[in-house]
């Protein structure tokens, strides 16, 4: 199942229920579900719970462990850029809210993967299946970065995210891989 349709799902539930949710909160909770229904809801019920008002994407990245979208930009944009000081002090305050790093490097790779898409096919920058952060800020990192560069980043990051797993201090690791 595609993002977009959870994510709509998960949308006409909270309608049914009368809870007011942000667009890109269901985003994450589709994201977060990996395909399946049941694991959505089980995250939309969770976040429903937690929620005092309205479900957030902030408040729904914070129960997921996630960065939020922003921060995963800034850190492709510091390691893109070779700045390597900026991305770890991106890292020191995702750890300092809790964010698991390996997660963070995850996110990262799957934000690269989106980005050498919209590179290799760029009519995707009109999708509606990619949030907007995604169609922008994306596309431009899509625009300054070669397919090369764009792939040795996959290969050393994909090392990367699976080491950081084995890793005995794993943010060491994670902060190893940025550098």
């Known amino acids: 199942v595609r993002i977009a349709e959870l994510s709509a799902h998960f949308g006409r539930i909270c309608e049914k229920e009368s809870m007011e949710v942000e667009p890109a909160a269901l985003d994450l909770i589709a994201r977060a579900a990996d395909g399946s229904v049941r694991d959505g809801l089980s995250i939309l019920d969770q976040a429903m719970a937690q929620a005092d008002g ?9 129960m997921l462990g996630l960065a939020d979208r ?9 390691v ?5 000081a900026a991305a770890l002090a991106i890292c020191d305050r995702a750890h ?8 963070l490097l995850q996110d990262l790779l799957e934000l690269l993967h989106t980005v050498t898409r919209l590179k290799t096919v760029p009519n995707l920058r009109d999708s509606p299946e990619l949030p907007e952060a995604e169609r922008t800020r994306g596309a431009e990192l899509a625009d300054r970065l070669s397919v090369p560069v ?3 980043a996959w290969q050393m990051l994909l ?15 994670a902060e190893m891989v940025l550098i």
């Open 150 to 152: 764009l792939a040795r």
């Open 80 to 84: 893109m850029g070779g700045k390597p």
């Open 159 to 173: 090392k990367g995210v699976a080491e950081v797993e084995t890793a005995p201090d794993r943010r060491a690791a």
């Open 70 to 78: 922003d921060r995963v930009f800034d850190l492709m944009e510091a």
């Open 96 to 103: 300092e809210h809790g964010a698991d790093l390996g997660t």
């Open 54 to 62: 309205p479900i957030t994407t902030a408040q729904v990245g914070d």
